[in-house]
T-cell receptor, first 114, second 115 residues
Framework: AQSVAQPEDQVNVAEGNPLTVKCTYS??????LFWYVQYPNRGLQFLLK??????LVKGSYGFEAEFNKSQTSFHLKKPSALVSDSALYFC????????????FGSGTRLQVQP | DAGVIQSPRHEVTEMGQEVTLRCKPI?????LFWYRQTMMRGLELLIY????????DSGMPEDRFSAKMPNASFSTLKIQPSEPRDSAVYFC?????????????FGQGTRLTVV
């Protein structure tokens, strides 16, 4: 069975500082990894994904994520946080077998203080 | 494309009543997913369809829940009878997955409150 762990319920960072939201995964074989963001009263919006190739993936709104196979991690990063980045962030995984549905982590609330 | 469209956005119903949630996926997408989001359990997959056929319904909580996809542009999730513990936000998502790596696009969700 596949699973995702987001060890931090909340991350606080000052505007302009770098941010990291952590994610580790467990899956059989090679993973497909995704990050989504959810703003209040909205659905989930896709940010970026890792499929294969370069371990550093760049996505929307200046976000990037680094895939580390040995640590089974896929941490989300941004060099300089904005107040508008404050939201709920979800990491998700899917394996290369037949099951097409994503398995999501519990989510991490990012709070960027002015 | 307007994206995944869900209706209603909010639903308040009394315990024991039937509730039907609706979803229109993005045109051309061949996978449709129903998720439920609660504070306690996070995002849970309920069921998903491929080309209108249910593939995995192992996440459906119990027989009170049923989902259908009569055609490529419409799906319903029905709860009968509803209970207070069904209160949650229900999301529909769709994807075009010819290469297994496509992301899913989510609707804005239906917030269900059962009183």
């Amino acid at each position: 069975a596949q699973s995702v762990a987001q060890p931090e319920d909340q991350v606080n960072v000052a505007e302009g500082n770098p941010l990291t939201v952590k994610c580790t995964y467990s899956v059989s074989g090679n993973p497909y990894l995704f990050w989504y963001v959810q703003y209040p009263n909205r659905g989930l919006q896709f940010l970026l994904k890792y499929i294969t190739g370069d371990n550093l993936v760049k996505g929307s709104y200046g976000f990037e994520a680094e895939f580390n196979k040995s640590q089974t991690s896929f941490h989300l990063k941004k060099p300089s946080a904005l107040v508008s980045d404050s939201a709920l962030y979800f990491c998700a995984v899917r394996d290369h077998t037949g099951r097409r549905a994503l398995t999501f982590g519990s989510g991490t609330r990012l709070q960027v203080q002015p | 494309d307007a994206g995944v469209i869900q209706s209603p956005r909010h639903e308040v119903t009394e315990m024991g009543q039937e509730v039907t949630l609706r979803c229109k996926p993005i045109s051309g997408h061949d996978y449709l997913f129903w998720y439920r989001q609660t504070m306690m359990r996070g995002l849970e997959l309920l069921i998903y369809f491929n080309n209108n056929v249910p593939i995995d319904d192992s996440g459906m909580p119990e027989d009170r829940f049923s989902a259908k996809m009569p055609n490529a542009s419409f799906s319903t999730l029905k709860i009968q009878p509803s209970e207070p513990r069904d209160s949650a936000v229900y999301f529909c998502a769709s994807s075009f997955d010819n290469s297994r790596d496509s992301e899913a696009f989510f609707g804005q969700g239906t917030r269900l409150t059962v009183v």
